[in-house]
């Protein structure tokens, strides 16, 4: 089966620029996630979806992060006015759903913000 | 609160030689826990998970509640295993991973 895309694969920007990552998850998985990865750092998640609706966002920087997961499969990540400390690879993974599927891991996109 | 350690920034053994990756967690309740694993180039990928109590490419990890632990284990390390490792463990409120710091595994012929 096809895994988890995400576009763009990198990107650089210049702080308070806007940039917006795409992410397509494994056919058929209604449980959708964004990590945040610094470098030396483990995952951290940003936001969690189950099919279009929010189910935590709590680590999510609102003033300036945004994700939408319109129709319950493709989603956006956005960020606008982008910092230097938000330099990290963003990660998507997709389940099944429930809280004890396997979550399948995308290739990332590495920003970095100059 | 929550939380996964994983101590060592860089492990390096030869080849043929046991390893153990350490991973302990801090959670209120019983623990689900996982070791996932990112080889050069390639996405995070779930190695094992301690729930089906499998050995996957000969590693195998033992949840010990007493010692929270939950540490990875291969008795003779191969070149191929050398890799960036991950412990975590998922709330079971909603189904996030929380990660450790990784552990990086260098594997010399």
């Known amino acids: 089966e096809a895994g988890v895309a995400q576009s763009p694969r990198y990107k650089i920007i210049e702080k308070r620029q806007s940039v917006a990552f795409w992410c397509n998850p494994i056919s058929g998985h209604a449980t959708l996630y964004w990590y945040q990865q610094i470098l030396g750092q483990g995952p951290k998640l940003l936001i969690q979806f189950q099919n279009n609706g929010v189910v935590d966002d709590s680590q999510l920087p609102k003033d300036r992060f945004s994700a939408e997961r319109l129709k319950g499969v493709d989603s956006t990540l956005k960020i606008q006015p982008a910092k230097l400390e938000d330099s990290a690879v963003y990660l998507c993974a997709s389940s099944l759903g429930g809280t004890l599927g396997t979550q399948y891991f995308g290739p990332g996109t590495r920003l970095t913000v100059l | 609160a929550q939380r996964v350690t994983q101590p060592e920034k860089l492990l390096s053994v030869f080849k043929g030689a046991p390893v153990e990756l350490k991973c302990n967690y801090s959670?209120?309740?019983?623990?689900?826990l996982f070791w996932y694993v990112q080889y050069s180039r390639q996405r995070l990928q779930l190695l094992l998970r301690?729930?089906s109590r499998e050995s996957i490419k000969g590693f195998t990890a033992d949840l010990n509640k007493g010692e929270t632990s939950f540490h990875l284990k291969k008795p003779f390390a191969q070149e191929e295993d050398s890799a960036m490792y991950y412990c975590?463990?998922?709330?079971?409120?909603?189904?996030?991973?929380?990660f450790g710091q990784g552990t990086e595994l260098s594997v010399k012929p």
């Open positions: 975590a463990l998922i709330d079971n409120q909603g189904g996030k991973l929380i």
């Open positions: 959670y209120s309740g019983s623990p689900e």
């Open positions: 301690h729930i």
